[in-house]
């Protein structure tokens, strides 16, 4: 027994020698392949002062493996012209050059960052007020110049050039003068991007054959009191060119009243027009134009004097120069809008300065008085102007007086492309309330939310059952939810609404002022005659893209004014609220 436990002693001992006597080694540890070379990469190199740009870094080794996990440390060549972030983040700071550097494990890579403190232009396009000249007339070129993406560009230095100093003269503000017959090519050149030619053709004028109203030929005022717009109108030949020097006489043919500058000559412009036409006693009125170099050639102007309390009235003081069909956008948009309210409101006292409103007034008015001026702003594509009342009535918190105030530059450009009628009717109907009374009247929900909409009850009927609301699948009635201060929640939804004027992008061609509109003029208090909306509905709007194809909508942007209204008593002071 013992002996086999020796046996077993001896064969266990054997064993544990052979198994783990000694411990083998460890394998050597594994060296990770060095940093070889750094790239850099930026998702955009060149930058406008204030932008940034992600840069990228890819570490490889010796066989050009691409590396990960590598501790990478981010710096600039000069700070004062582009900074990195520890994450590669790049922001630019000054007109310049520098380089970003990535580093790692003692390899570096760069890109150069080049900064510009302005994007640069792209395209430059020109568009003349008027094609046609005669000999003597002026037209404004206007050029519109652009980024690669497209943005407009504003503050850029522009020179101006005529293919035909024979025909056309140009100067430093792109006014054109035709000085001789034939055609000539107006270019505009930007950072040594040229336009392509507009085409200017100038004539000597024929004969005269025709006269034409360029002022409203129908307005509506109070009696005794003098219209917005005098009458005026162009002489032209046959091509439609501008004739100077023809005698032309104006006569009250209803009504009575009194007209002043009853004859004269047209001027430069082919025109010819009164200084002033003062209205009679109530009822209708007419002033008739001719002209002995055409016998057969007559333009009438008609005029409707009423008194205040017959209708609402809407009276304009304009306090810049305008051109005439400026002017008469501003009277057919009042006309339009005394179609569609109705009700006359009580008379009011109004008492402001000009820090107020744009001018001083202390007059008692009947029912709105809008104070419309036209001055330079920043030039074409920003800042088209600002409108909104700017005294209200105690009780109702109607307004009594508002303020129009648009860019010299944006008009030119609007009268010239169609849209500043639209444009004009559009901001007039934010001095009377539209989107301007919204909140006050507590008639906005959820305003600064992604979906604030309209609560009141007759624009909310009428978007069902005159606009097609039922379409609509969200709470009526849509209001805008982007575009920033003095666009969003003061406009109708432009993703709904499309192509409706009072969206916060005007379009090309005809706009419709719908229904719904109509009726958010009645919720805010006034009478209104819903027949006179024009027919829209949501199903063609939400299925249309924009309706302009030359150039994109107009951008409303910050179209509303930003002081809040007084309201006052029937004193016209101010009173606590």
């Not at 299925?543 to 209204?565: M, N």
Request: charged residues 10%; contains cysteine; proline residues 6%.
């Amino acid at each position: 027994m013992s002996s086999r436990l020796a046996t077993v002693a001896i064969l266990l001992a054997a064993l544990g020698t052979a198994c783990g006597g000694s411990t083998p080694s460890p394998p050597p540890p594994v060296v990770p392949p060095a940093v070889a070379t750094v790239s850099v990469t930026m998702a955009s190199a060149n930058l406008v002062v204030g932008q940034t740009s992600a840069a990228t870094a890819v570490l490889r080794d010796a066989s050009s493996n691409a590396l990960t996990g590598r501790t990478i440390t981010w710096s600039s060549s000069a700070l004062g012209v582009a900074t990195v972030s520890t994450s590669g983040m790049v922001t630019a700071v000054a007109a310049g050059a520098a380089n970003i550097m990535a580093t790692s494990e003692g390899q570096s890579g760069f890109a150069t960052a080049t900064v510009t403190t302005s994007v640069p232009v792209a395209t430059v396009t020109v568009s003349l007020g008027s094609t046609r000249r005669s000999i003597g007339q002026t037209t404004e070129a206007t050029a519109t110049i652009r980024d690669a993406s497209g943005t407009r560009l504003t503050g850029r230095v522009v020179s101006w050039n005529t293919s035909n100093a024979l025909v056309a003269a140009v100067n430093a503000s792109g006014i054109v003068t035709a000085v001789g017959p034939g055609t000539s090519s107006i270019t505009a050149t930007s950072e040594n991007v040229q336009s392509a030619g507009a085409i200017l053709t100038a004539a000597v004028p024929g004969a005269p054959v025709s006269m034409v109203a360029t002022t409203a030929i129908a307005q509506t005022g109070a009696p005794g009191l003098a219209v917005i717009q005098a009458p005026g109108l162009v002489v032209e030949d046959a091509a439609g060119y501008a004739v100077s020097g023809v005698s032309v006489s104006f006569a009250v043919t209803a009504g009575g009243g009194a007209i002043g500058g009853v004859s004269g000559t047209t001027d430069v412009d082919g025109v010819a027009r009164l200084t002033s036409w003062l209205l009679g006693a109530p009822g209708s009125q007419a002033v008739r134009a001719t002209t002995p170099s055409i016998p057969s050639a007559t333009v009438d102007f008609a005029a409707l004097a009423r008194a205040p309390e017959d209708g609402f009235d809407i009276s304009m003081r304009l306090l810049t120069p305008m051109s005439d069909f400026q002017a008469r956008a501003f009277v057919h948009a009042k006309e339009r809008i005394q179609e569609i309210i109705t009700g006359d409101l009580p008379l009011q006292t109004v008492i402001a300065s000009a820090a107020q409103c744009g001018a001083s007034v202390n007059q008692v008015v009947d029912d709105v008085l809008i104070l419309a001026e036209v001055v330079p702003i920043d030039g074409v594509g920003q800042i088209l102007g600002r409108a909104g009342p700017c005294i209200l009535r105690d009780g109702s918190l109607l307004p009594a007086l508002g303020h129009m105030m648009f860019d010299t530059a944006d008009l030119d450009r609007m009268e010239s492309n169609g849209t500043l009628e639209n444009v004009i009717l559009h901001e007039m109907l934010h001095v009377v309330g539209y989107g301007t009374l919204w909140d006050l009247s507590g008639q906005l929900a959820d305003p600064g939310t992604l979906n604030p909409f309209f609560l009141g009850p007759k624009a909310r009927a009428n978007f069902a059952t005159y606009n097609g609301g039922a379409l609509y699948s969200g709470i009526p009635v849509p209001v805008e939810e982007t575009g920033g201060a003095g666009t969003r929640d003061s406009h109708w939804r432009e993703s709904v609404f499309n192509h409706e004027l009072m969206t916060g992008w005007i379009d090309l061609g005809a706009i419709p002022l719908s229904a719904t509109t109509v009726g958010s003029l009645q919720d805010l208090g006034y009478t209104v005659d819903v027949s006179k909306a024009d027919p829209f509905d949501l199903s063609t709007a939400i299925r249309a893209s924009a309706l302009s194809i030359a150039e994109p909508p107009i951008f409303l942007e910050g179209d509303v004014r930003t002081e809040p209204p007084i309201v006052v008593g029937l004193d016209g002071r101010p009173v606590a609220r």
